[in-house]
């Protein structure tokens, strides 16, 4: 059966630290990973990692992708209150409709 | 380009009432879906469609129905409502055509209380 664990569930940090946010999943035939970040609305696109070892960065964000280990962290720097929210992780099987399997998500509370 | 709208935003129903949730996207994508989401629990899937015609099961269909009107609008049916599916809806849409992608769009979402 798919799945995707997400770890933490939840996690409470001060302005400016730096967070990692971990990914892992089980998937048929494996075609992408995705992040997502949720603020109390729609989820909101962030990456999609298809390869290992490439880095996807934007901004104070970046993640990457090992598929040999089957997992995927997303990095936050200098973490800001505008960053917390829901982080979730999900992946997509080819031949699979583009069915998206999600995580729980992990809750990221940035403190001033 | 309004992406993808719900309607309606908020609903209240009571036990064994129907209602049916509309979502529409405007950016001509072939797949669309039913996300319910639940406190600790992520997204989960209800049905999808992989293109206009076709209509699957995703993981949690039960209780529910789905139409596929045409390309732009997706609409997923609560025949008799129950306590178990208050929950927040999201629709989504991708475009699966474009080989590296499968960015999934989602709607503003429809808060459903069931009582």
């Known amino acids: 059966e798919d799945k995707v664990v997400q770890s933490p569930l939840s996690l409470v940090v001060h302005e400016g630290d730096t967070v990692t946010l971990n990914c892992s999943y089980e998937?048929?035939?494996?075609?992408?990973l995705l992040w997502y970040k949720q603020e109390k609305k729609a989820p909101t696109f962030l990456f999609m990692l298809t390869s290992s070892g490439i880095e996807k960065k934007s901004g104070r964000l970046s993640s990457i992708l090992d598929k040999k280990e089957l997992f995927s962290i997303l990095n936050i720097t200098a973490t800001q209150t505008g960053d917390s929210a829901v982080y979730l992780c999900?992946?997509?099987?080819?031949?699979?409709?583009?069915?998206?399997?999600f995580g729980q998500g992990t809750e990221l509370s940035v403190k001033p | 380009n309004a992406g993808v709208t719900q309607t309606p935003k908020f609903q209240v129903l009571k036990t064994g009432q129907s209602m049916t949730l509309q979502c529409a996207q405007d950016m001509n994508h072939n797949s669309m879906y039913w996300y319910r989401q639940d406190p600790g629990m992520g997204l989960r899937l209800i049905y999808y469609?992989?293109?206009?015609?076709?209509?699957d099961k995703g993981e949690v269909p039960n209780g529910y129905n789905v139409s596929r009107l045409n390309k732009r609008e997706f609409s997923l049916r609560l025949e008799s409502a129950a306590p178990s599916q208050t929950s927040v809806y999201f629709c989504?849409?991708?475009?699966?055509?474009?080989?590296?992608?499968?960015?999934?769009?989602f709607g503003p979402g429809t808060r459903l209380t069931v009582l």
């Open positions: 469609s992989a293109s206009e015609g076709t209509t």
């Open positions: 989504a849409s991708s475009e699966l055509r474009i080989p590296i992608t499968n960015e999934q769009f």
């Open positions: 998937v048929t035939n494996f075609r992408s």
């Open positions: 999900a992946v997509v099987g080819h031949n699979q409709g583009g069915k998206l399997i």
